[in-house]
Every structure is written in structure tokens, then in C-alpha cells.
């Protein structure tokens, strides 16, 4: 009984003892502790922190941005005393305040001495991305990413660490602004440092390739970017320097000119190897023959690669016989390999002229003993153009009417041509032959005697001949000699009398016939040209001859008026 009267406290112990309860639970408040997980439950996890009662802590706050919570019953962890004892007895605690409060102080030392902090983006949001800093959430602006090269898709970056500067800090706003771009500049700024001490022209270094265009590629050779001019990527022309480089490749080039102070540097890839050039005299001989592979063409040229290391050009006329070759792409593929002949090797263009056609034998050498002048053949029409037809001869060879040799009417000539076109058949016949200008000359209207030249044979120069006029004009007269032959002749108003005041057209009439001299031959307009006056002077010196002498003293009437009166 006196024993437990003696464990009995006095009311002002008790008091001194609520006191001092009141005033370590008040000094707990605001601050972090740690706590006992004591359960989890329904997504909340109940900790004890040695008070009254227990505080409860959504499930949510133990988890990083973009992982899983990975806590057990009987873990100990830091928790941040908001409030002890709350109106409704509860004790009010945050894991996440803990966390950022000590992150917080943490970040506050690192961004005061300049220090590398390691964060890790989860979010990509307007103009950026998330970054979480040991449970702060911090803003990385899209411009702060990186230095040397733009990301263009920041997925790559999600879920990984990142070594970052603090660029600005607001506890009181809860805003942290950090970079990746610092961190590099001042990278850059060392190696760049160190790069510019070290280079010189004829140093050979090693790079990555940071940018390709059709001009070059720029390579990074850490703190500082060269140029590579597709000239200087290989000894061999390229269409693209994409076709040899790959973006993000690391390559070696070798400096060829250093502008100390600009800090531009020009590089050279293909300098890495000996110029194929200084020994392209023991490697190649004119008029031998070289495998080469087709690299590219155009409507003039095909472009062959020769032993790797030479660039060697087909131009069109040495591609085919053919007098008009059509495209290259019609005779040759791209990676063909073919056997060419070495017809020059030009240094000044760095470059090998050589023949494709010339691995054939010259079908032109041939074609005298296939065909002779005046050879009638049948064909296919290859091509028509305005001046005239081009027919296949042979294999290679092509030959030409003029439009002027389709008829022997001009005037007819342009109204033919138009019924012709491409594959059709066509007798010719071979007009001249000429080997060395690699030329044959055909016609069709030589199929058939010239009409004019068979009027002439029956009706030579100086003879009479009877026809219709069918034009006046005031210059002269218009005959037709043979309308089923089309041959006509023309009288000058000179030519119309002996006799000057009858040199007159409106004697004439249409569709008269008269009688003329042929005096010469018009072969421009495919016409003869006649007279009447010299008809009549011929009429007036057979008469003359014939019926007086100039001894008589008798004029031509006289004569010929006796003749008239017989």
C-alpha cells in the first residue's frame, strides 16, 4: 500500500510533465526526422515518429518522376513534421518537404560555389523538359541542351542522368532552371584552349561528323569545327558527300590551312592517303585499255571510276558511233563495269578522257563494202526532225534526207515530211559516201528521174517549145510546158518581143498558148527560162538566110513579104 502511494505523482509533477510533452512536440514541428513504416495500406503508408500518434503519408510521395516506390514494412525514412496534434489529434507529416528541404539545401550549396549537380529529365513539356534534382522538380530550357550539335528528338534523353548546371534559383517561388549547355561551353572552352595551343598545318586529327552538306562536311574536332570541301574528300569526283560520310561518324583529317585568328580551320581527308596523280604516268598508257566502273552520268558525259583512285570521263561521241546518240542511260547503267580505251589523261583537270566506242571496230571503215552510190535499200525511220529524216544504215550508223531530197518539188517537201514518223519503213537511195567525215547522204526523190532534167534531155537549150500561160504579171509570163510533170518556164517582159514597143503582158491572155525559146535553165526554182524575142530574132536569121544576103540590099519585110505574098 505504501509502495504504491510512493509511485504516485503530485499535481505538479504532472503538470511540469505535460509541459515538457508540449514542448518537445512543439519544438518537432517544421522540422525533418525520421520515422518507422509501421504500415501500407490502400496507397498509404503510416509512420511512426516516437509522438502521440502515428502521421499517414500518400504512397505517392515515396516515388521518383517516372519510377516505382520501393518501400517495405520496417523501413526507416525521412519525414517533415508539419503539425503535432491537429484539431483532429492527427500528426501531420510530408516525405515529400523532407525531401525537397534537404534537396533544397543541397542544391542551394551547389549553385552558390558553381558546382555539377546530376539530374534526370521525365517529362518533356512546352519549350523544355523536367528534370528531377534528387526530388526537385527543375525546368531544362530546350536552348540549354547541348552545345555541339541540336537534338532533334529529346526522347533520347528521358530516364537517363544528365550532368547539369544551376543557371537560377527561387526557393520562394519553387523554380529551378538548369543547363547541359554550360557544362559543354566550358568543356569546349578547355579543349578548344587546348587545341589551338597544339594544331598546326599538316596535323592530323581526329573528329566527328557534325554536319554534311552538298559542299562539304564539318567535322568537330572538340572545341572547334572544321571544314572538309567535297574537293578534299576524296581524289575521285563524288556527287554528294553524303555518298562517303556518315553524320556522327568519327573520322582522322589532316589540317591543311590554319587562320590562327580567325580559328578557321581546312581539312583534307583524301590528303590522309599519296596522290594518286604523282604516278598516274606508270599506271596508264594512251590507247590502252582499263576497266572502269560507271559512277554517274548526264545528257553529255558518263563518269567512270578507274582503279579506285581515277576519275575518267565517256563524253557522248565517244559512246557511240552513232551520229546522233541518244542518252547515255539508253547505252550504259549506273555500276556497269565496262572496258574503255585511254584516249588522254588531262592533268590540269584531273582527269582520264577516254572511248567507249572505240572498243568496237568502226562500222564506217565497213560500210563500202555493204553499200555503193546509187544502192536502193529499205529501212526504219530512227528519228524526224524539221530539216529532214535520219534511217538506220547499220548497227550504229545512221544516215540523213534532207527534207529538200524528199521530192523534187520543193514546195511539196514540207507537206511530205509530215506523213512520216518514227518506225516506219522507207526505201532510199545512197547518194554519197564519205568514211572520214562519218557521213552518208541519202534521198528518196532519186528513187525517180528528175522531170526537169528528163524535159531537158528531149528539149536541150535553144530549142522551141509550145505552152499554156497560167500567170501575168508586169514582170512577165508564166508557161506551163507539162502539166502531168509539173515542168514550167517563165518569160521576162524583156523577152516577150523583138521588138521593144511590143514588150508588153496585157497582149496575153490566160490559158493562150505560145511558142518560146529555151534559154537557160533556173535550177533554185526547178524552171526554165524562155523567149519570144529570141525566137523571132532565130525565125528572122533562117528566113534571112534562106530567102536574101545582106548583098541585095533588101530589107526582112521585103523578103518576107514576097515570102508571105508566095
Not at 107 to 122: A, D, M, R, S
Amino acid at each position: 500500500m505504501s509502495q504504491q502511494i510512493s509511485n504516485k505523482i503530485t499535481n505538479t509533477e504532472y503538470d511540469l510533465l505535460i509541459a515538457n510533452s508540449l514542448k518537445n512536440s512543439s519544438a518537432k514541428e517544421k522540422t525533418i526526422t525520421t520515422g518507422k513504416i509501421i504500415s501500407i495500406e490502400n496507397d498509404i503508408v503510416t509512420i511512426d515518429v516516437g509522438l502521440k500518434s502515428e502521421g499517414r503519408i500518400p504512397l505517392s510521395e515515396f516515388s521518383r518522376p517516372g519510377q516505382k516506390s520501393e518501400i517495405e514494412v520496417g523501413d526507416e525514412t525521412e519525414v517533415f513534421i508539419e503539425n503535432v496534434d491537429n484539431a483532429n489529434g492527427e500528426t501531420l507529416l510530408s516525405r515529400e518537404k523532407a525531401v525537397r528541404q534537404k534537396a533544397w539545401q543541397n542544391l542551394q550549396i551547389c549553385f552558390n560555389e558553381n558546382k555539377v549537380v546530376t539530374g534526370i529529365p521525365f517529362n518533356r513539356v512546352k519549350g523544355g523538359m523536367s528534370v528531377d534534382l534528387d526530388g526537385v522538380i527543375a525546368f531544362l530550357p530546350g536552348s540549354q541542351i547541348e552545345t555541339r550539335q541540336i537534338i532533334k528528338d529529346t526522347k533520347e534523353l528521358l530516364n537517363k542522368p544528365l550532368e547539369l548546371m544551376i543557371l537560377k534559383m527561387d526557393k520562394y517561388r519553387g523554380n529551378i532552371v538548369v543547363s547541359r549547355k554550360a557544362i559543354t561551353e566550358n568543356e569546349l572552352k578547355e579543349q578548344r584552349a587546348e587545341l589551338l595551343n597544339n594544331i598546326k598545318e599538316g596535323s592530323i586529327i581526329e573528329g566527328k561528323v557534325k554536319n554534311i552538306t552538298e559542299y562539304g562536311a564539318f567535322i568537330d574536332l572538340g572545341g572547334i569545327d572544321g571544314l572538309v570541301h567535297v574537293t578534299d574528300i576524296s581524289w575521285t569526283k563524288i556527287n554528294n558527300p553524303s555518298d562517303i560520310l556518315e553524320l556522327n561518324s568519327t573520322i582522322k583529317v589532316k589540317v591543311l590551312k590554319f587562320d590562327e585568328e580567325l580559328s578557321r580551320l581546312s581539312l583534307g581527308i583524301k590528303q590522309l592517303t599519296e596522290n594518286p596523280w604523282d604516278t598516274v604516268n606508270e599506271k596508264f598508257k594512251i590507247e590502252e585499255k582499263v576497266q572502269g566502273k560507271v559512277v554517274s552520268m548526264n545528257d553529255n558525259n558518263v563518269h567512270i571510276i578507274i582503279k579506285d583512285n581515277y576519275d575518267g570521263v565517256i563524253s557522248l561521241n565517244e559512246l557511240s558511233w552513232l551520229k546522233k546518240p541518244p542518252h547515255p542511260s539508253k547505252i550504259l547503267n549506273i555500276n556497269d563495269e565496262i572496258e574503255v580505251l585511254v584516249m588522254e589523261i588531262d592533268y590540269d583537270k584531273k582527269r582520264i578522257n577516254c572511248s567507249y566506242k572505240k572498243m568496237k571496230d568502226n562500222p564506217w571503215n565497213k560500210l563500202k563494202e555493204n553499200f555503193n552510190i546509187n544502192d536502193v535499200f529499205e529501212t526504219e525511220i530512227m528519228n524526224v526532225v524539221d530539216f529532214g529524216i535520219f534511217v538506220k544504215v547499220i548497227d550504229e550508223i545512221d544516215g540523213m534526207v534532207h527534207i529538200s531530197d524528199l521530192s523534187w518539188d520543193e514546195k511539196e517537201c514540207e507537206t511530205i515530211i509530215k506523213n512520216f514518223k518514227k518506225g516506219d519503213k522507207l526505201k532510199v537511195k545512197v547518194l554519197d559516201i564519205n568514211a572520214d567525215k562519218e557521213r552518208i547522204s541519202l534521198g528518196v526523190k532519186h528513187l525517180n528521174n528528175d522531170p526537169v532534167q528528163e524535159f531537158i534531155v528531149t528539149h536541150p537549150l535553144n530549142s522551141n517549145v509550145t505552152g499554156k500561160i497560167i500567170e501575168i504579171d508586169e514582170k512577165g509570163l508564166k508557161i506551163e510546158l507539162d502539166s502531168e510533170n509539173k515542168i514550167f518556164g517563165y518569160i521576162k517582159k524583156s523577152n516577150l518581143s523583138n521588138d521593144k514597143n511590143e514588150n508588153r503582158t496585157d497582149r496575153f491572155a490566160l490559158g493562150e498558148n505560145i511558142d518560146s525559146m529555151i534559154i537557160s535553165i533556173d535550177s533554185k526554182n526547178r524552171s526554165l527560162n524562155l523567149s519570144i524575142k529570141q525566137l523571132e530574132i532565130k525565125d528572122e536569121k533562117e528566113a534571112l538566110s534562106k530567102y536574101g544576103s545582106s548583098a541585095s540590099g533588101a530589107s526582112l519585110g521585103d523578103i518576107l513579104g514576097s515570102v508571105l505574098k508566095k
